[in-house]
C-alpha cells in the first residue's frame, strides 16, 4: 500500500512527517529510538505535492512491522533539510497492521453478528415479516442505553495531539469521534509537560472571560474547560510550540443491520438485556399492548442491572501513575 501519510498545507512547500509510537519513541528509518536531536535529518519521511492542490502525501515505510497506532506529525522545511524550529503544520494517526492500513472493525469478543441476533430476537417474536423493524427497534434500544450511562463497551481510548499555530488563539477542536475525555489535556513542551485540570465553563470564563490577547496576559496553559465542541485552554497560550496531547473515548453512533459484525451489549451478560428493549419495541409496533408492557418491565430492570454493573467498573480500585518518558 502507499499514501498512508497525509497533510495540507500551502501549496509550493517542502512538507515531511515523524512517526512515533505509542511509548513516544521516533521512527529513525532503521528503529523506533529516544528521541536525539544529531538525528533528526534521519526521522523524516518526505511528503509529495499532489500537483498545486497543497495536499501532501506520503508513503508509511513498510519496514515498520509492529501492528499498531502510530501518531504522526508533519511539518514544513524551511531549509535545505529537516531541521528543527521547522513549524508543525498537522497531526494524525495510523492504524497500522504490520503490512498495510488496518481495517476499522467495532468488534467485541462474544458479541452476535447481526444475522445470529436476527435469529435470536425471533425466537421469541416469530414473526419474519418484521426484519427491518427489527433492526430499527434494535438500534433505539442501543441508543437509550447510551443514554442513559456509558458503558465499558463504548469506551475505546484513542490519542490525538494538536496545536495551537497563532499567539492568541486558545481553542483546540475536539474530533469528530470525541465521545468522552477520558483523562486530562496534557501540555508537552521541549523541556517538559504536565497535565492540564479540567473546570467548568462558568469557572472558565471567571477566570479568563475577561483576559485580552496581549502578551503579558499569556502564560502557560494550566487548566481547560470543554464548551462547544471544542477544547479552551487557560491562560491563554504564551507559545506557539507547546503540543496538546488528548485522550478520549471514541463515539460510537453506527446503526447496526443484518450485516454487522458484531452487535452491541450481545454478549452472554447483556444480550437477554437488548433483547427485552427490542421486543418491547417490536410489540409495540403492532399493537400488541400486554406483550410489549411484559417485556419494557424486563427491560427497566435489566437496565438497571446493567446500570449497577457499569457503576462498580468505575469505582476506584486502581491508581494508575503517569509520567513523561
Known amino acids: 500500500m502507499s499514501g498512508e501519510l497525509r497533510a495540507i498545507t500551502a501549496t509550493g512547500s517542502a512538507v515531511y512527517s515523524h512517526i512515533l509510537n505509542r511509548s513516544s519513541r521516533i521512527w529513525s528509518g532503521i528503529i523506533f529510538e529516544v528521541y536525539n536531536s ?83 430476537v425471533l425466537r421469541s417474536f416469530k414473526r419474519t415479516d418484521k426484519r427491518s423493524e427489527l433492526f430499527e427497534a434494535t438500534n433505539a434500544s442501543i441508543a437509550e442505553i447510551r443514554r442513559r450511562f456509558r458503558t465499558s ?87 506557539v510550540n507547546y503540543v496538546y496531547v488528548i485522550s478520549y473515548g471514541i463515539s460510537n453512533i453506527t446503526p447496526v443491520n443484518i450485516g454487522s459484525t458484531a452487535i452491541p451489549y450481545t454478549t452472554e451478560d447483556s444480550k437477554e438485556i437488548l433483547r427485552d428493549g427490542t421486543l418491547f419495541r417490536l410489540y409495540g409496533m403492532v399493537e400488541n399492548d400486554d406483550q410489549a408492557g411484559k417485556y419494557k418491565a424486563f427491560w427497566d430492570v435489566g437496565l438497571d442491572q446493567l446500570d449497577t454493573k457499569e457503576r462498580r467498573n468505575r469505582q476506584g480500585l486502581i491508581a494508575v501513575a503517569y509520567h513523561d518518558i
Open 38 to 120: 544529531g538525528n533528526y535529518p534521519a526521522y523524516s519521511v518526505p511528503l509529495v505535492e499532489q500537483g498545486l492542490s497543497g495536499v501532501y502525501i506520503g508513503n508509511f515505510p513498510v519496514t515498520i512491522s509492529d501492528e499498531d497506532t502510530y501518531e504522526i506529525i508533519h511539518y514544513v522545511r524551511l531549509g535545505g533539510s529537516p531541521t528543527e524550529g521547522d513549524p508543525v503544520i498537522g497531526t494524525s494517526t495510523v492504524k497500522w497492521d504490520g503490512a498495510g492500513l488496518a481495517a476499522i472493525e467495532d468488534v467485541v469478543a462474544g458479541e452476535m453478528s447481526g444475522v445470529n441476533w436476527e435469529a435470536y
Open 153 to 239: 463497551r463504548d469506551e475505546k481510548e484513542t490519542v490525538i495531539t494538536d496545536t495551537i499555530d497563532t499567539l492568541g488563539e486558545y481553542k483546540l477542536n475536539v474530533e469528530s469521534d470525541f465521545g468522552l475525555m477520558i483523562s486530562d489535556v496534557y501540555l508537552r513542551d521541549p523541556a517538559n509537560g504536565a497535565f492540564l485540570t479540567k473546570i467548568t465553563k462558568a469557572r472558565y470564563d471567571e477566570k479568563y472571560g475577561r483576559w485580552g490577547t496581549s502578551a503579558a496576559e499569556r502564560n502557560i496553559p494550566r487548566e481547560y474547560c470543554l464548551f462547544g465542541g471544542q477544547i479552551l485552554l487557560g491562560p491563554i497560550p504564551d507559545s
